[in-house]
């Protein structure tokens, strides 16, 4: 199971633990690119650590974590905006994580940590 | 919010011994101490003191394709301030709920619910949120496709008073 990628016992580390302090939800409407090529190139980013593409619009939902405002300032300015098809964004601050409880992982994809 | 305590200092021993159990949770302690050079002691003593100190926390993770989980959806809501407490105590006892957050703009509670199928889904949100006291709206998101999931770093610290305070009750 675990040579299938089904199954996988991982170590998971602490979010504050590992540096951050910010999480935060961001829309992405795209236009003029495939939304899969879109969501692709944002999963690339490092400081982003979920993408998911779903079935309304905006069509991708991620979610960044960053040590502080100004790390989300520069990832979100000079980073998510540049990407070729990401047409309009709409961020929404995480004040406090009150479950996070990971059971269930898509194993396969090959930005799987 | 529980966290992790913030004055606990990891160094590179630490961080190197953590790199190695996310890459392979099943690798011995033994191996480890292998690959890094130092004594399986070494390796046991500070695996334990993460561990304890909520910095760590190994999980069995099960592919959601395989799972049988084949409905996923990120739901908001927006929910009277006076009533949002409530409304996410109850929400954080449910099982299928497995990431809920307190955020601000056009909603204010937020989260993700991973089930069977998605009549299971709208039944559990119906029963927690649509007929909750104090909800205003209730948006419900569903997942395409997971393109990205970062599972390694989420927060550990409230998995244990939570599960404290449910052995308490």
């Known amino acids: ?113 | 919010m529980p966290t992790s305590n913030p004055n606990t200092v990891i160094d590179d021993l630490d961080e190197a011994i953590i790199a190695e159990f996310q890459y392979d949770g099943r690798q011995s302690n033994r191996e480890v101490a292998r690959k890094l050079n130092v004594s399986e002691g070494a390796v046991r003593q500070r695996l334990k003191r993460l561990q304890e100190k909520r910095i760590v926390a190994f999980n069995l993770l099960i592919d959601t394709a395989s799972s049988g989980n084949h409905f996923g959806a990120i739901f908001r809501v927006n929910v009277a301030p006076n009533q949002m407490e409530r409304l996410l105590k109850s929400a954080e006892k449910i099982d299928e709920i497995t990431y809920l957050v307190e955020c601000a703009g056009r909603y204010n509670v937020a989260g993700f619910i991973s089930t069977r199928d998605q009549r299971s889904a709208l039944k559990l949100i119906d029963q927690h949120f649509l007929t909750a006291k104090g909800v205003n709206s209730v948006d419900v998101i569903q997942l395409a496709q997971q393109i990205k999931h970062n599972f390694l770093e989420t927060v550990i610290a409230e998995e244990r008073s939570h599960s404290e305070s449910e052995s308490s009750l």
């Open chain 1, 1 to 113: 199971m675990r040579e299938n990628k089904i199954m996988r016992v991982a170590l998971r580390k602490d979010f504050h633990a590992a540096g951050y302090d910010f999480q935060t939800t961001v829309d992405i409407t795209a236009s003029g690119r495939s939304v899969h090529s879109v969501a692709e190139e944002l999963a690339a980013l490092d400081a982003v650590k979920a993408v998911m593409i779903v079935m309304r619009k905006p069509e991708i939902i991620i979610t960044i974590n960053t040590k502080d405002r100004q790390e989300l300032a520069h990832i979100i300015s000079d980073h998510i905006s540049t990407i070729r098809g990401v047409a309009e964004i709409e961020t929404h601050a995480v004040l406090r994580i009150r479950k996070s409880r990971v059971r269930y992982a898509n194993l396969k994809s090959k930005y799987g940590d």
